[in-house]
């Protein structure tokens, strides 16, 4: 077989102007995208390296800041517990003294009520007490009992002394009325001038008297002169012995306030003047 060296040589050109022509404009541009896009996604990979970092760091940093208001949440939580609890504590003592306080004042309010409804119920068993003996007195009163009553008076009027009598005797002789003399019951002839001669006798004068009935004495006879008076009844008894209960008992709620007031204090009130008249009229 015969070799046709033109055609071979001829082909064999033809594929080194084609080796050229694919290096010249399909390899090398080839290759230079393949380049380009080798350092596209480096650069890329770079940024996308540079963005996780920074992301990363981010991350971080966010972490680190939750963190943060996450200690610092608890911290406030804790001192606003705290804070709850020292002010309901606060609350809660200032709710039992006011609890205490209220407490204490309506039990004084009950010790004063208690304390004032006692002294009423005496005042008024004394008011009761009196009111019925001079009840009693009035209806047992009697004619009789005046009389003998008269002479008695008849009798003090004689034993009269002292201051009493000097100025009882000088209303009787500078008086331009005569004097008058009450009784419950009208005096019998024989009672009324013996009244008479024992106020003459006395005073050493002719004494002018007239005699009246006064039904609101109880059991005595009263003598009145130019604002003197001289009498003698179981009224007066009544009054006197009324008048040195209630200082007694006046001095008696005295000594109760002081001793509520002063725990300490255990000393008994002393009684006044009238007290003492009072208790020894009640002894007698």
Known sequence: MLIDWFTVGA????????VWLLKRFLYKPIRHAIDEREKRIAAE???????????QKESDAFRHKNQALDEQRAALLSKATDKAKTEGQRLLDEA????DVLSAKRME??????????????????????AIARKVLTDLATVSLEERLG??????????????????AQALKTASEPAILRSAFDQPEEQRAAIQNALNETFSADIHVRFETAPDLISGIELSTNGQKLAWSIADYLASLEKGV??????????????????????????????????????Q
């Open 11 to 18: 082909q064999m050109l033809n594929f080194l102007i084609l």
């Open 45 to 55: 990979l770079a940024d996308a390296d540079q963005k996780k970092a920074e992301a």
């Open 96 to 99: 039992r003294k006011a609890a």
């Open 109 to 130: 309010t009950l010790r004063k009520e208690a304390n004032n409804l006692s002294q009423a119920i005496r005042r008024r068993t004394q008011q009761e007490v009196f």
């Open 151 to 168: 002479e008695v008076f008849t009798r003090r009027l004689r034993e009269m002394d002292g201051p009493v009598k000097k100025e009882l």
């Open 246 to 283: 209630d200082a007694l008992l006046k001095e008696t709620d005295k000594a109760e306030i002081k001793a509520e007031s002063e725990p300490e204090a255990t000393a008994e009130p002393k009684p006044t003047g009238e007290a003492e008249r009072a208790l020894e009229t009640e002894s």
